[in-house]
């Protein structure tokens, strides 16, 4: 087991500062609200599941950043054993109340010691809840996670997709159909300029990889993006083998395919022994 370590709910790393503004976002009222009337699966994880169907069928399943349980009805349902975590402390006890047949638990991904090495056959971590640290904590959950998974147990997971056409590109900067969607977002950014500027100051652009502030939660978050060949090759650093990458819509995508039209990507991977 790896020794708990003295980090808290946030967590610091480059773009650290950031990401303790991410964490402060997942435990506001109106956000923990938000996340806790949503159920079951978006339409790109539907179709991911029901090809991973057999896998996930009677597997030990960790769902990670479970929010306020959206996903848990669902899968929980499918699994010999299922765990929820999350680290915010609202949205894990909202989940809670939901289902309190199950076990939901407290924890940061980038700690997992109270899981055993090799628990889990299948981790999920769903609608991009990794993106919500920087590089070296990325990393540090990829450690994690595959420590707890078995070898050749699964990892999914979404991830912001970097070569999305509309990537940092603000509504005006989109060249959208004018709708009263595009209208709204306008507006929207307009009353955020003061916020979307002080932002500005904490956005990491590398080769790799960028942590940009995003429209998600009203421009409060600093959210990482990657291209599918860049995170391939994390994943193989970190011990994993991907296995497939689809679209937003869960459709696999070529091997040399780039989607410009899914603002995140669904991968598959596997853990190498
Ligand atoms: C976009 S929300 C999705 C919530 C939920 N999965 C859903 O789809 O409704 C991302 C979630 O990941 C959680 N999260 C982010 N970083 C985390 C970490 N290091 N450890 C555990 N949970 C984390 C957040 O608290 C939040 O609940």
Same mark, same amino acid.
């Given at each position: 087991?790896?020794?708990?370590?003295?980090?808290?709910?946030?967590?610091?790393?480059?773009?650290?500062?950031?990401?303790?503004?991410?964490?402060?976002?997942?435990?506001?009222?109106?956000?923990?609200?938000?996340?806790?009337?949503?159920?079951?699966?978006?339409?790109?994880?539907?179709?991911?599941?029901?090809?991973?169907?057999?896998?996930?069928?009677?597997?030990?399943?960790?769902?990670?950043?479970?929010?306020?349980?959206?996903?848990?009805?669902?899968?929980?349902?499918?699994?010999?054993?299922?765990?929820?975590?999350?680290?915010?402390?609202?949205?894990?006890?909202?989940?809670?109340?939901?289902?309190?047949?199950?076990?939901?638990?407290?924890?940061?991904?980038?700690?997992?010691?109270?899981?055993?090495?090799?628990?889990?056959?299948?981790?999920?971590?769903?609608?991009?809840?990794?993106?919500?640290?920087?590089?070296?904590?990325?990393?540090?959950?990829?450690?994690?996670?595959?420590?707890?998974?078995?070898?050749?147990?699964?990892?999914?997971?979404?991830?912001?997709?970097?070569?999305?056409?509309?990537?940092?590109?603000?509504?005006? /900067? #989109?060249? $959208? =159909?004018?709708? &009263?969607?595009?209208?709204?977002? !306008?507006?929207? @950014?307009? /009353? #955020?300029? $003061? =916020?979307?500027? &002080?932002?500005?100051?904490?956005? !990491?652009?590398? @080769?790799?990889?960028?942590?940009?502030?995003?429209?998600?939660?009203?421009?409060?978050?600093?959210?990482?993006?990657?291209?599918?060949?860049?995170?391939?090759?994390?994943?193989?650093?970190?011990?994993?083998?991907?296995?497939?990458?689809?679209?937003?819509?869960?459709?696999?995508?070529?091997?040399?395919?780039?989607?410009?039209?899914?603002?995140?990507?669904?991968?598959?991977?596997?853990?190498?022994?």
């Amino acid at each position: 087991m790896r020794r708990r370590g003295a980090r808290g709910g946030g967590g610091q790393s480059r773009g650290g500062e950031a990401t303790e503004g991410n964490h402060a976002t997942y435990t506001r009222g109106e956000i923990v609200e938000h996340y806790a009337s949503r159920s079951g699966l978006q339409p790109g994880e539907g179709v991911l599941i029901d090809r991973w169907l057999d896998a996930i069928t009677g597997s030990v399943f960790l769902d990670i950043g479970v929010g306020g349980g959206r996903t848990t009805g669902v899968i929980a349902a499918l699994t010999q054993r299922y765990v929820g975590v999350d680290y915010s402390a609202p949205l894990i006890e909202a989940a809670r109340r939901r289902y309190p047949e199950r076990d939901l638990r407290w924890a940061d991904a980038r700690d997992l010691a109270e899981f055993e090495d090799e628990e889990f056959s299948v981790v999920w971590f769903s609608f991009n809840g990794i993106d919500s640290v920087g590089d070296d904590d990325r990393r540090q959950i990829l450690g994690e996670i595959r420590r707890v998974v078995r070898p050749g147990g699964l990892f999914l997971f979404s991830t912001h997709n970097r070569d999305v056409a509309t990537f940092d590109r603000l509504p005006w /900067r #989109r060249r $959208p =159909r004018v709708t &009263r969607t595009y209208a709204r977002s !306008v507006v929207q @950014a307009v /009353r #955020r300029l $003061p =916020r979307i500027v &002080r932002m500005r100051r904490q956005v !990491v652009h590398t @080769a790799d990889y960028a942590q940009i502030n995003d429209d998600a939660h009203d421009y409060t978050l600093l959210m990482y993006y990657i291209d599918r060949f860049a995170q391939a090759r994390q994943l193989g650093e970190c011990g994993f083998e991907l296995v497939e990458v689809s679209s937003q819509g869960g459709r696999p995508l070529a091997d040399s395919e780039v989607d410009r039209a899914s603002v995140w990507l669904h991968y598959v991977a596997r853990r190498v022994p």
